[in-house]
């Protein structure tokens, strides 16, 4: 048996992804000034791919910020990049990537236990110092179908109500950008009744004899949670009880992000000259509630350092 894990992306606005403790005020810069090392990568060269279309690849080389042309497993030219490491590690860093996005290209045609290897080889002849990334695929191995897709635990929901959000059928070709889909419409369907804390954690079995690949998802349901309180911060009166008044969510509704998010959009002019991204959001875990904190006083503003090149650019 092989099992996997798949984590769905968060797709909260950035209005509501920074929690900060309103209890401190510190001096907090917008990102770490770190010293970037620049690596440069000559090319990029698929081995033994043939399962890549010319898309994946065009995709693979927009994905590591590339620019030119695709040719079918021969040498494509990437030009410059940028890493937070060392050159050495920096350019093995883009030689991993480069290798599981191949690999995930692999998965999302069925070939499940595909092997893939990426090296970064530095340029002996090149005055510049520069890389080029060998990305092989050492085996692509069998292309599996789906064969069961179960979801077990789940009280909240019907078993085929879940299914159904999956973009996948048994008899296909089992595709991990798929199954990450509907593991993603999970998700948001229990999100959207207040389940906030829900994980869904996939075990996939191989049948090797008939290339098929069994799903199961245990899902962990967790407390549904409903909004106690919210309290705003850095405002007057008045516009504190407007606020208070244009939530789309009411205390003791059932707790969505989706609907939190929808009320912060209405709230720019109140933060015009604030950060509305201050939101300190309280769980009581135990009675499945939820008070949140909404803070529009200004931060202090941060001196900036200049005395390391922090600038990031691709060339």
Not at 133 to 143: C, M, T, Y
Not at 231 to 238: Q, R, Y
Not at 264 to 292: M, T, Y
Request: charged letters at 25%.
């Amino acid at each position: 048996m092989v099992r996997f894990l798949t984590f769905a992306a968060c797709l909260l606005s950035l209005i509501v992804s920074t929690v900060v403790s309103t209890q401190a005020q510190t001096c907090q810069p917008d990102r770490a000034v770190i010293p970037v090392p620049r690596v440069s990568i000559r090319k990029l060269i698929f081995r033994n791919a043939r399962v890549l279309s010319a898309q994946d690849q065009r995709l693979i080389l927009k994905a590591l910020r590339a620019e030119g042309p695709v040719g079918a497993d021969g040498p494509q030219e990437l030009g410059r990049r940028d890493q937070g490491l060392a050159v050495e590690d920096g350019a093995s860093s883009v030689a991993e990537e480069a290798a599981e996005r191949v690999r995930a290209a692999y998965q999302n045609v069925g070939y499940f236990k595909v092997q893939v290897d990426g090296k970064a080889v530095r340029v002996p002849t090149d005055s510049l110092g520069r890389y080029d990334i060998v990305v092989r695929v050492l085996s692509a191995g069998e292309q599996y179908r789906l064969g069961d897709l179960k979801i077990v635990n789940a009280v909240q929901f019907a078993a085929p109500q879940l299914g159904d959000l999956f973009p996948i059928q048994r008899g296909e070709i089992f595709s991990r950008e798929k199954i990450a889909a509907g593991l993603e419409a999970l998700r948001r369907l229990y999100g959207s009744q207040g389940y906030i804390n829900y994980a869904g954690v996939p075990e996939t079995e191989l049948d090797d004899d008939n290339a098929v690949a069994n799903l199961t998802i245990n899902a962990d349901e967790g407390k549904q949670f409903r909004l106690r309180s919210v309290e705003v911060l850095g405002v007057d009166a008045e516009t504190k009880a407007r606020v208070l008044s244009d939530l789309a969510m009411k205390p003791g509704d059932i707790y969505t992000a989706k609907l939190w998010v929808r009320s912060l959009l209405k709230f720019g002019d109140v933060a015009q000259h604030s950060d509305p991204n201050i939101v300190n959001k309280r769980l009581d875990e135990r009675n499945g509630w939820v008070d949140l904190v909404l803070d529009f006083r200004k931060r202090p503003t941060c001196p900036i350092d200049l005395s390391v090149d922090s600038a990031i650019t691709i060339r």
